[in-house]
């Protein structure tokens, strides 16, 4: 190899060296920095949007989630109600039953129909209370069955079914100024009463039903959601122990680029040893 002052050629062989190592230094830092081995499109484009996708789908589940945990609340809500209304009946029941006692004195049967339309004043109350952000599927004020979000894609829905629980309605028959100050009165209600209660009763297991595949559902996405984020993490996440090997090792590839440019460049010295 001739010796030029011009041309130096290993100098710029081990420039070109010292600047890939550092550049994979910087690369191995920026992973470690990040804990990602795909930070953006540039480290590896398909994997990079693969990714993407998925986390767009993750943050949907989210939203997802988030309906489902308020459908399990209003059917907690409405779960809660109507199991008071269906005992609030059971009550009524005993007390119809009672004032068909012919042999009940005026007062008594006076005292048991205020303690009656007391107790249907009760199962009023306990239905319009049966409320959740401002959702009530108890009083009749919902025209319609509530859906909330089953998929990422918002495309899939689980149904809450409305179920109007308020007096003189389609499920408790009984009439808010019914009473029971007669044995004929008594007698007629108790069968408006049974039919009522049996259809609460079946009500609430249809809520029960719609409730338990609510919580089902939330736990499925849950578990998908986890799935998805462990996907990711395998296709960007950078090995850590991996990573800490490597950088060690740029370390000494840099220092050592370094030395090694360092003598390329006294090469030229070499030429006036010549000149002396």
Do not use: C
């Not at 029960?208 to 996440?237: E, M, P």
């Amino acid at each position: 190899m001739s010796l030029s002052v011009n041309t130096n050629t290993a100098a710029l062989t081990a420039l070109e060296n010292l600047n890939k190592t550092n550049q994979n230094l910087t690369d191995i830092q920026n992973e470690i920095s990040t804990g990602l081995s795909v930070s953006s499109a540039k480290d590896n484009a398909s994997v990079w949007s693969i990714a993407q996708g998925q986390r767009a789908d993750i943050n949907s589940l989210a939203s997802v989630k988030s309906s489902l945990n308020r459908a399990a609340s209003i059917a907690d809500v409405t779960n809660t109600a109507g199991s008071e209304v269906s005992d609030l009946l059971v009550q009524l029941r005993e007390k119809v039953v009672s004032a068909m006692d012919p042999s009940l004195s005026t007062t008594s049967r006076t005292a048991l129909n205020a303690d009656y339309q007391a107790t249907l004043r009760q199962i009023s109350q306990v239905v319009n209370s049966a409320s959740f952000d401002g959702a009530n599927i108890l009083n009749g004020s919902l025209t319609s069955n509530i859906q909330f979000l089953a998929n990422a894609q918002g495309n899939s829905f689980i149904t809450l079914s409305t179920k109007d629980m308020s007096l003189s309605g389609p499920i408790i028959t009984l009439a808010a100024t019914s009473t029971i100050n007669t044995v004929t009165s008594a007698t007629s209600n108790l069968a408006l009463l049974d039919a009522s209660l049996a259809n609460v009763n079946q009500a609430l297991g249809d809520l029960g039903a719609q409730s338990s595949q609510i919580s089902a559902h939330i736990t499925f996405v849950g578990k998908l959601s986890d799935t998805l984020t462990s996907g990711v993490g395998n296709l960007v996440d950078a090995d850590m122990a991996k990573d800490s090997a490597r950088l060690q090792a740029l370390q000494v590839q840099q220092q050592l680029g370094a030395q090694s440019l360092s003598i390329a460049n006294q090469a030229p010295q070499v030429v006036l040893s010549l000149f002396r």
